[in-house]
């Protein structure tokens, strides 16, 4: 494969030109390398390097203009609007930033498309005035402030212009407009000097203007690089720019156009790839580039061309270990490392204007293993504040709690501490943090290069960002410096090292301008991607830019088709993958291109299709052996004993009994934010258990439980603060949950109210009664200790009744029995009356009652249906009353079952079992 720029210089050489004389003008700085690679092959002697530039370092050596940073010009911007806008109506610097950065690339577009300023506000400020005409003049404030804005738009570019040029600085569009006029001046003084202008396609009217005056003037030869089927096809998207310059420029009419070859016609190997998701992407480019190492082993002429740059990182980890040499171009975006997220979560945590800290924050940053290492103090210490934080139910810490929790250590004052909304605080303490994780990072270096470079990156931004501040005090808040620092990150790049004319190279779409690959993989290629699509991020109307003949979405369509079809050009070997899963976010369809290159049929397109190979996992349901570890664990938990929880944990799920009784692993305790159900029924339990407790062995009367009703207030709020501890009850739906607590409380006080002013009877014989018993039987291997806490035991009319409160709903149906063997197998249907028959048997054991009895719920949202008891229903007789009454025959046929179960845990050949929940 012979390439464009090798071919432009033979064609020079061959007309007698001296290479080495010549000043080269290229698209990019990046082109200019493998030019130089292209002059060594045909010079094949020592010599100097002639000059070569990109467009943009000519423009300022033309307009004596050093572009300006886009931090610096924001800040000049900002300057600049000060100067022309009243006092009372200026805005902050946060808010400035949103949409100054859309006016400066206005003023941009504006600028390299030499329009007139003056004319174009005009005009906009008129579309404004008539979008907000009326026949009255009683305008709102917001609108006339709207209309004043536009107003000052020719006096904000003329301040603007005039700060950066009296320090000789500009913006990239400044820069070409003063180009434009200092041109004239730059051709007397280079009478002999002769520019190469090569590969170049869609030409700003600043630099048309230049290219041609040159041209004119015999100081340059321009050299295009396109197919003749791109430009004969006058709706071709990819020679829409070229077609224009060969019939509109005056010096085409006498001098040929060049050049139009035929490469694009050339026989060539074109693969689609329909891939869900990015991750497959990248799996298939490891897979692609793999294959290709059989035939060529270095990878030579090879491009991966990356449209979506977050694709990078996921390619990159696909490479085969093969691949020796690599040269990325497009360089890591800054913000999308560890290390942004960690300064983000810092900056987000000061910037609001308050004394506590919210305990999601200080737990993210206390995980950030960037922020826990810092902590390490021969012990986990952010681990330990984290468990802390969940054990006291912590939602708001102050600093001082924190330094607490931490033993006052001085990175938790440097990171805790009150930073008063001081944005020059804030950048010395994120810079003593830079130094700490530095000192970390540094202990085990080799393993730490990549984290030491992002480190360094980020103490420059915070060098940056003080230097910014110094000079102008803009940024007054954290809120702002936040601001401002993602403005930063997102204009960076981590750069990577590599061999830059050798083995694979992995570019995006707009640095493969002018190159040349015999092999190129095109990852991407969806709308939104390529080609970028419409967006609307300018101040100017698109009829506006349509009038002043500024670009649109259609030239930018235009420039991507361009790109896309150079890289198909003079390649052999083409893979093109698109994601199939539509994504608003990431992209959409398959690019109009790939429809293109299917509707064209210049070339025949192999079409694949690759779903991932993920077969769906059998579902195994584990089984744990009963091992003599096992059993040995058994054993301590037999006289340990069993509470009613404990076996209907077995009876639902062997696997979750095994973890939680014998390894002892518990669920996760993390902070209630909003109060849980089971704090909620804690709470309750333990205020009725207060004012229940003084009448034990007692009658209680309507005016005992009446004394009690004023007294709700007090005693649920002191339940709460014991069992919430930290937690805020004054708002929100945990005030909610209070009061839902006294409305529980109160409704059933009245309800036993209700019971005795109709003439019942209610003797209170215990409350929150502990009571246990030792089961010996036969068919058991030992003994096995059985315990539980009744939460109220009774005298109702003269029978004893077991009695247990829920806080959820409870009715008739889940408190009977009908067959016995189903109350060991069914947790769903029968773990309450097992729960009940537990109480009712552990109570009769210890001759606490006589049978009969009855056992039931208070079932505080469904308390009109009273105490729910439990019932044995006859399976033959299913219109027979129902048993409410617990006899001897009722235990021993509920303790048959008991002992089969507690068998089946202890018996050594049966497993635990995974149940399917």
Not at 91 to 119: A, C, M, T
Not at 302 to 327: R, W
Not at 456 to 482: A, M
Request: aromatic residues 12%.
């Amino acid at each position: 494969m012979r390439s464009f720029l090798l071919t432009v210089l033979e064609s020079l050489k061959d007309n007698g030109e001296d290479l080495t004389s010549l000043t080269y003008i290229l698209p990019s700085k990046r082109a200019g390398a493998f030019l130089k690679k292209e002059l060594a092959t045909l010079l094949k002697k020592t010599t100097f390097v002639p000059e070569i530039l990109a467009i943009e370092t000519f423009t300022e050596e033309l307009s004596q203009l050093k572009k300006q940073s886009n931090s610096d010009l924001l800040f000049s911007l900002y300057k600049a609007y000060l100067t022309v806008t009243d006092e009372k109506n200026v805005e902050p610097f946060d808010s400035f930033v949103k949409w100054g950065q859309i006016l400066l690339q206005d003023f941009n577009e504006i600028d390299r498309y030499l329009v007139s300023h003056d004319k174009l506000f005009d005009y906009l400020n008129a579309i404004e005035e008539l979008n907000h005409w009326s026949k009255t003049n009683d305008q709102t404030k917001m609108i006339t402030n709207y209309l004043k804005f536009w107003d000052s738009l020719p006096s904000v570019y003329e301040s603007f212009k005039e700060v950066l040029t009296h320090n000789n600085f500009g913006y990239q569009g400044l820069i070409y407009r003063e180009a434009v006029e200092n041109l004239e001046t730059y051709i007397q003084n280079s009478p002999r000097k002769k520019h190469i202008f090569m590969g170049f396609n869609a030409l700003n009217r600043a630099e048309e203007t230049i290219i041609q005056e040159l041209l004119e003037n015999n100081l340059a030869s321009v050299f295009w690089d396109i197919d003749v089927v791109f430009m004969e096809n006058k709706i071709h998207d990819a020679g829409m720019f070229l077609r224009n310059y060969k019939y509109s420029w005056r010096y085409f009419r006498e001098n040929p156009f060049q050049w139009t070859d035929t490469n694009y016609s050339s026989s060539k190997s074109i693969s689609t790839y329909g891939i869900p998701k990015n991750t497959g992407q990248a799996k298939q480019i490891g897979a692609l580039l793999k294959s290709m190492l059989n035939d060529n082993p270095g990878l030579q002429n090879t491009a991966v061309v990356l449209a979506d740059e977050s694709l990078l990182i996921p390619v990159l980890n696909s490479l085969p270990t093969e691949i020796k040499e690599l040269n990325v171009t497009m360089g890591f975006p800054l913000n999308k490392t560890p290390l942004a997220t960690t300064f983000e979560h810092i900056l987000k945590l000061h910037s609001q204007p308050v004394e506590t800290f919210y305990y999601k924050d200080i737990i993210t940053l206390l995980s950030n293993p960037n922020i826990r290492q810092l902590y390490y103090m021969n012990t986990d210490l952010a681990g330990k504040m984290i468990q802390s934080i969940e054990d006291n139910n912590f939602v708001y810490l102050t600093p001082k709690d924190l330094n607490e929790l931490s033993n006052n250590i001085e990175i938790n004052l440097v990171l805790f501490s009150n930073w008063k909304n001081n944005p020059e605080l804030a950048i010395e303490n994120c810079k003593s943090l830079i130094l700490r994780i530095k000192e970390k990072l540094t202990e085990n270096k080799n393993s730490n290069l990549l984290n030491l470079e992002q480190l360094f990156r980020f103490n420059e931004i915070f060098n940056e960002l003080q230097r910014l501040n110094d000079k102008d005090e803009y940024i007054k808040d954290i809120k702002t410096l936040l601001v401002f620092f993602k403005e930063l990150m997102s204009n960076e790049s981590l750069d990577f090292q590599g061999e830059p004319l050798h083995g694979l190279q992995i570019m995006g779409m707009l640095e493969t301008r002018v190159l040349d690959f015999e092999n190129v993989i095109i990852a991407s290629v969806n709308e939104g991607f390529l080609p970028s699509g419409k967006s609307n991020n300018s101040f100017i109307p698109y009829d506006v830019k349509i009038e002043y003949g500024l670009p649109t979405y259609k030239e930018k369509d235009a420039i991507y088709a361009y790109h896309f079809y150079h890289l198909l050009q003079r390649s052999k070997n083409i893979h093109i993958l698109y994601n199939t899963e539509v994504d608003a976010l990431n992209g959409g369809e398959k690019s109009r291109f790939i429809y293109q290159l299917q509707v064209e049929r210049k070339h025949t397109l192999n079409e694949h299709i690759i779903l991932p190979k993920t077969p769906m996992p059998e579902k195994h349901l584990k089984a744990i052996k009963k091992t003599p570890l096992v059993i040995d664990e058994l054993q301590t938990l037999a006289s340990k004993g069993f509470s009613p929880s404990s076996l209907t944990t077995y009876i639902r799920n062997p696997i979750d009994f095994y973890y939680q009784k014998l390894l002892g692993i518990k669920e996760h305790e993390e902070v209630e934010e909003t109060i849980a159900y089971n704090t909620l029924g804690t709470i309750v339990h333990n205020t009725l258990e207060d004012f229940y407790l003084p009448f034990v062995g007692f009658y209680i009367s309507v005016k005992d439980l009446e004394s009690l009703l004023p007294q709700i207030d007090n005693v649920v709020s002191h339940h709460f603060k014991e069992v919430y501890k930290s937690g805020d009850i004054s708002k929100g739906k945990n005030l909610i949950i209070f009061e839902v607590a006294k409305r529980y409380v109160y409704n059933f006080l009245k309800q036993e109210i209700k019971d005795l002013n109709n003439g019942h009877s209610i003797k209170i014989l215990g409350v929150e009664l502990n009571t246990n018993m030792f089961l010996e039987d036969p068919k058991l291997p030992i003994p096995i200790k059985i315990s539980g806490k009744i939460d109220r035991l009774d005298l109702f009319d003269g029978v004893t009744r077991i009695i247990d409160y829920k806080t959820g709903k409870v009715d008739q149906s889940q408190v009977q029995v009908t067959f016995w063997e189903d109350i060991i197998t069914d947790y769903t249907k029968y773990s309450k009356p097992f729960q009940l028959l537990l109480y009712a048997l552990l109570l009769n054991y210890n001759k606490e009652i006589k049978l009969p009895v009855e056992a039931g719920i208070f079932s505080f949202k469904n308390l009109n249906s009273g105490l729910l008891k439990f019932s044995k229903k006859d399976p033959e007789h299913s219109r027979a009353p129902k048993d409410n009454t617990i006899t001897q025959e009722t235990l021993s046929a509920f303790q048959e079952q008991l002992i089969l179960l507690l068998n089946e845990i202890y018996n050594p050949t049966f497993d635990f079992i995974e149940k399917e929940v």
